[in-house]
Structures are given as C-alpha cells and as structure tokens.
C-alpha cells in the first residue's frame, strides 16, 4: 500500500502535488470555454443563423483527435501545459455553447416581454434576467465539461510528462508498476466524481428559486405551462 | 395617494372632456392622457396589424381595448410603450410625442402587466416588485418598503415578501405582477390580458380587486382581452377592435350593450347582450313587498293576516331576519313551522346594491317566481316578483332612452 502512493521521482510531483496540477489543467480550460462560450452563445442568440455553423464548427473540433492538435500546437507553444489546455478549452465548447444558447432561450417570452416593457436595455436584460436563469442549464453543461476535462487531461503524457496523473500511466509501464495504473484511474474519477458534487453544490447555492428537485422537472413544468 | 395626481389632470384643454364614471354619484370629467392619432402598424411582410387607429384615451380611468384575436389590440397596446414602432402616425402621451424621451425612460413610467405575469423566477416577491424602483435609482431599503406595502395594496400577505414565484399560485403570481406594475407609482398602467391564464373565480377576485385598487388610485388604465364580459366589468370606456387592426366601436360598456355600432360588434357582445346590459341599472327602484315574510315564530293569528297579501307564497325567516325558505299560506301551523319542509328560496339579491340583472337572476332562480331581497347583514328586505322586475326594467330603459347613453351608468356592484 505504501507503494501505491511512491510517486517516481521522473514526474517531480508529490501524488498531492499531481492532483493539483490535474485540476489546474483541467479547470482552466473549462474557465476559459465558458469566457469564450458566453460571448458566443450570446451572438447565438441574438443571430438565430449563426446557431447551426458555430455548432457544426465546434462539433467539427471536437471530432479533431487531440494528438493531431499537439502535433500542430508543439510547434508554437512547445511541450507545455498550454498545449494540453488549449485543445481542452477547445473541447469544451461542444458542450458549454448549446448548454448556454438553451439556457438562455429557455427564459419564457412573458419574462422578457416584461422585462423589456419595465425599461430594461438588451445588456441589462442579458445580465440581470437571463443569465440567472440560465444558471441551471449552464451548470449542467459545465459539469459534464468539467468531468470530461478531467478525464481528457490524462492524454497530455504524450507530449512528455503534461498529463499530471496520466503521467502515472506511463510510469507504470516502463517501471512494470500496476498499482501507479490504479493511482493515476481512482485518483481520476474521484476528482471527476468531487468536482462534480461541487458544481451541484455551486448551483443549489445560486439557485435558491428553483423548486426543490431536478432542474429538468423545472424546464418541463415551464415547457407545459406555456 | 399620489396616484391621484397622475401628470394629464386638465393639462389638455383644447381636447373635449370625455365623460364618464365608475358610479353615477362618483361622475368624474376626465381629461385625455393617450391619444393615439391615425396610427398603422404594418409588418414587412405587408400585414396590417393596426390600421388608421385613432383612440382617446381618458384620463383616471380603465380603457378596455376589445376584440378577437388579430385585430392588433395587443399591438396597440405595445405601440404605447414603444414596445412596437408605430409605421405611420402619433401617440401623444399628455400632448407630447411618446418619442420625444428616451423610450426606458417612458416604459419606466408605464406599469406592464402581462399574462402568466411574467416573473422574474429567479428573484423573490419582494426583489421582483422593487424592480423598476431600484433601476430608477431608488436606495434598496426603500425600494423594499415601498414593495411590502404595495403587497398589502394587492391583497398579498406579507409572509409572501420572500417567496419564489415557483412557491405560488397563479392568481398570487398575477397579485405580484400587478404591485410590480404600481411599484413607481405611475399615471399609467398597461395590462395585456392580465387574467386570461387563471380559473374564473380567482379571474373574478382579481377585477374585482383591480377594480377596487383603481378606486383608490385613479390610474389611467389600458386593459387588453379578448373577454367581451371582462371589458364590459372593468372598462370605462370599450374599444371593441375588429380583424385587421380596425376600430369598429368606442363607447361606455352601457352604451356598448344598448347601441352596438353594427353587426360586428353585436355579434361580439354575444346573444344575451340585453340581459347583460341589466347589470348596469340599480335594483334600488324595486318596490320590496315586506308584507308575504313571517318569522319562523309567528304566531296562529299572524299567519292569518299574511295570508291575505297579494303574493302566492309566504316567506319564513329565522329568528335572525335571514331567509329560510318558501311555503304556501295554508301549509304553516303556528309553532310547527319545519324548516326543512320549506321550497328553497335560490340565492338572493342585496336590495338596493345589486343591479336588476342579479334580482332577475333571483327571481328565475326562485322555485316560487318571487326574489328575495336581502340587507347588507344579509336580512330579507322584502320580496318582489318577477313581473315587478320586468316593469322596472322597462322603466330603465324607457328612463335611459329618454336621459341618452350618457345616463346609463354603471350599478354599484357589477
């Protein structure tokens, strides 16, 4: 058992050490998605044809194998962290994009109408109404971002020791140490696992307007009413 | 109170009053606030939403814009607020172009109201009627003062103030919209087919409450339904809108009933426009009849002289005053009177307050043919019978006709 947390020297990390650079390379670039996302699921909205390209678009990168993204990245950003990221952040937006557009179009139109009609401007009614409404939906794509994030990040030990505790993958192989393959997939999907519970707990702290229950019952209840 | 000095008092006086009134003793001369001059509305697409529309407005008092669906009231609403850009002519608002200020500027000075009420789900009672009070700058506090007591002004508890809008029912929603509306306190207040999406006994609480709350705020009131029934409640002045965005009539709900313009609009008002019309004559020159009522107490030789009095029936009331029921002279025996035994005596009317539509609804109601009128505790007042209330119909309208539409003012108590 003591072995199984023996971290070889090659990785220059503690397994602490591991998990926090594992989620530093994961979260970022699902921060950045969703500072990207949100301009352009915006755009989305307001531009009803830009909808179906920018999805196809980020369907098409995401169909894009990492491996030939860093092949295509070594060459400006080097073996990094950020080669790792960017593809990642690229990623995210397959899922953050539709997640943001519904969320946003899911607010109903008597809400806007009433909004615009008590003298809010477009930005404003952006901030203050349909934003928060969108929270939940948004929260829903950015937990599965996140937790395909996580998993995804593994793959960085192909450009040489970036993958964090994918690297221990590697190590397992060429010091024929199995348990560091154990470490490196429980390590994992418990992050995934608790990073997930956290973004829960994020969005029952935003949301003390939803009815107690699953957001998805919320929309529908919505769905029907109108 | 400050409601009652919304900006278009008498500040219009090349425009001739319109006269109107919720009361005949509250009359009122009302100056103009809207006046929406020859305005189109057509899309690109070449349809004609509202077409050479002119209206006005009055001043303090509900303007109910009626009609069936496409005949662009919804849109006409909206042009008021700049929510749609009028194609062709003008909306003044207190003689001045509604697009010579900033148009937030103008709809924060317009409540809205809108069906299904249009919450902000994400916000709290209270946080969604201080809306537009915060955005005109007002500090948080006093924004939340002003929601809570705007909450008692629509009849809302104040355990409601921090609830979500998922946390209540359709009708408390529709109570919110509406304080969210008054919150700035503004002269005027649109209300697009505010209670369509509720039951019709929360609907008819809540004209009955709009109604009592413009008694106490004189607001200047655009109303949209489709509903001819609730314009014929709420309005003071009817515009009935035809397909294609054209007015067909403009005229007080009374006048409306009596005088439809053409077939349109009498086909609109439905078929028992006559009996409706009831509703705006005061039952109050009924002559009550008190002497076929006997106690349930009554005495052998009061019976006797009871029965001698020109109705058919007697009226037993409890020892209270309140009816209990319908007998035939011969069937009473002093001291034996059975309640459960007496014909019942359908709902009755409140003498004086109701109009001559409810006591007629009384009288056809009645097994015996005769209506009960009842005190404000709820004491019979008298009886009448129905061909006493089909004279005094055709007094009313013979008294109406002769005095013009003008005179046909709504009954108290509608």
Request: proline content about 6%; charged content about 20%.
């Amino acid at each position: 058992m003591n072995r199984f947390f023996d971290i070889p020297s090659d990785l220059q990390h503690s397994w602490l050490g591991l998990i926090g650079l594992h989620l530093r390379e994961a979260l970022l670039p699902v921060l950045g998605g969703l500072l990207l996302a949100l301009p352009l699921a915006q755009l989305c909205v307001r531009l009803r044809w830009l909808y179906p390209p920018v999805l196809w678009v980020t369907t098409v990168l995401y169909a894009i194998p990492s491996l030939a993204f860093f092949v295509v990245l070594i060459d400006y950003t080097g073996q990094t962290e950020l080669t790792v990221m960017i593809p990642l952040t690229v990623y995210s937006l397959v899922v953050l994009v539709p997640a943001i557009v519904d969320g946003v179009r899911s607010v109903p139109q008597e809400t806007l109408a009433a909004a615009t009609a008590m003298g809010f401007g477009p930005v404003r009614r952006y901030v203050q109404v349909q934003l928060p409404i969108a929270v939940p939906a948004i929260i829903a794509g950015l937990r599965v971002a996140t937790v395909s994030s996580i998993s995804l990040v593994s793959v960085g030990m192909l450009i040489g020791n970036q993958g964090a505790l994918g690297n221990l993958l590697h190590d397992a192989q060429i010091y024929n140490r199995p348990e560091l393959a154990w470490n490196s997939v429980l390590t994992t999907a418990a992050l995934a696992v608790l990073v997930d519970a956290l973004l829960v707990g994020v969005r029952v702290l935003l949301t003390p307007w939803m009815p107690s229950g699953s957001g998805a019952t919320r929309t529908r209840k919505e769905a029907t009413a109108r | 109170m400050s409601g009652l000095d919304s900006p278009g008092n008498g500040l219009n006086p090349t425009v001739p009053p319109v006269e109107s009134g919720r009361k005949s003793q509250t009359r009122r001369v009302f100056g103009v606030l809207i006046r929406i001059d020859s305005v189109t509305k057509r899309y690109p697409d070449g349809t004609v939403a509202v077409d050479r529309l002119s209206l006005d407005i009055p001043d303090g008092s509900i303007t109910v814009l009626v009609g069936p669906s496409g005949c662009g009231k919804t849109t006409t609403l909206r042009m008021i607020n700049r929510m749609v850009e009028p194609s062709e002519g003008t909306i003044l608002i207190d003689g001045v172009d509604s697009r010579q200020q900033p148009v937030n500027t103008l709809r924060r000075s317009m409540g809205y109201v809108i069906q299904n009420a249009g919450l902000f789900q994400h916000r709290t009672v209270v946080d969604n009627i201080a809306t537009v009070p915060r955005m005109l700058g007002w500090s948080k506090d006093k924004s939340r003062a002003r929601a809570r007591e705007l909450m008692e002004r629509v009849g809302l508890d104040a355990s409601f103030a921090k609830r979500y809008p998922y946390q209540l029912s359709g009708g408390q929603q529709q109570r919110v919209g509406v304080a969210r509306a008054l919150a700035a306190d503004p002269p005027v207040l649109l209300m697009d087919e505010p209670f369509s999406a509720v039951d019709p006994v929360v609907r008819k609480g809540l004209q009955d409450e709009l109604l009592r709350i413009q008694e106490e705020l004189g607001k200047t009131i655009v109303f949209v339904t489709h509903d001819i029934d609730e314009a014929v409640k709420l309005g003071t002045m009817v515009a009935v809108l035809r397909t294609g965005g054209r007015l067909a009539q403009f005229a007080p709900p009374a006048e409306l009933l009596s005088d439809p313009a053409d077939e349109f609009v009498e086909d609109f008002l439905g078929a028992d426009r006559g009996i409706r019309r009831l509703s705006f004559f005061s039952s109050a020159g009924l002559e009550l009849l008190t002497a076929p009522i006997v106690a349930i107490d009554a005495t052998a030789e009061q019976l006797a002289a009871r029965g001698a009095t020109e109705a058919p029936y007697l009226l037993v009331t409890g020892l209270d005053g309140r009816p209990l029921g319908w007998s035939e002279p011969g069937g009473l025996t002093a001291g034996q009177i059975d309640a459960g035994q007496l014909l019942p005596y359908g709902r009755p009317f409140t003498a004086g307050q109701d109009s001559l539509r409810a006591a007629l609804d009384c009288a056809v109601l009645s097994p015996t043919g005769w209506a009960v009128a009842v005190d404000a505790e709820g004491r019979a007042a008298g009886v009448v019978s129905q061909a006493a209330i089909g004279e005094a119909i055709r007094g009313a309208h013979a008294h109406a006709h002769a005095a013009g539409p003008e005179a046909a003012q709504k009954a108290t108590t509608r």
